[in-house]
């Protein structure tokens, strides 16, 4: 048997899910992603009636955010959490066709999950949908250190 991984047909089906997925999701945090859409010539414009992703972030516990409007449901996460790496099972697919999303069982808090903060979702991610908190505090201007934790959970800059 001999399979043709280069031939036209195949070069236009990844281009063609290139462009539709640059035309749903925020794929600024994904440099292979974006390597790829280079490679292959593809277009975020060419859909441009593509409903975008708009989820809000998830800012629920100490480590890290989840940002699902960047994420492109790779399952990545979900593998390490589960039977690749960690055994923890905290996260997975909830939601069926374009309402699919990672989360929690029962749409809980991670703290709330049997997450042990290994942070391999976070090392394993390609699109910066899970991100570690220090770092998209600092990409937002904010050093760790101005950030107070009120007695809800939510934070909010310190005044100097």
């Known amino acids: ?59 629920d516990n100490p480590m890290y ?25 905290a996260i997975n697919f909830s939601g069926r066709g374009y309402e699919t999303e990672i989360g929690t069982f029962f749409d809980r808090s991670i703290p709330e999950s049997t997450c042990v903060f290994c942070g391999q979702c976070v090392g394993v991610c390609p699109t910066g949908a899970l991100k570690p908190k220090r770092e998209f505090l600092l990409e937002q201007g904010i050093a760790p250190e101005e950030i107070t934790v009120m007695s809800s959970g939510r934070r909010k800059r310190r005044k100097k």
């Open 1 to 59: 048997m001999q399979v043709h991984t280069r031939s036209e047909r195949v070069v236009r089906a990844r281009k063609t899910i290139l462009e539709m997925l640059a035309s749903s999701v925020d794929l600024s945090d994904a440099p292979e992603i974006l390597t790829m859409m280079k490679e292959y010539g593809a277009s975020a414009e060419r859909f441009p009636e593509a409903e975008r992703r708009e989820i809000e972030v998830k800012d």
């Open 65 to 89: 955010l989840r940002d699902y409007e960047k994420c492109v449901l790779c399952w990545r996460c979900v593998q390490v959490c589960a039977d690749d790496a960690q055994y923890a099972y």
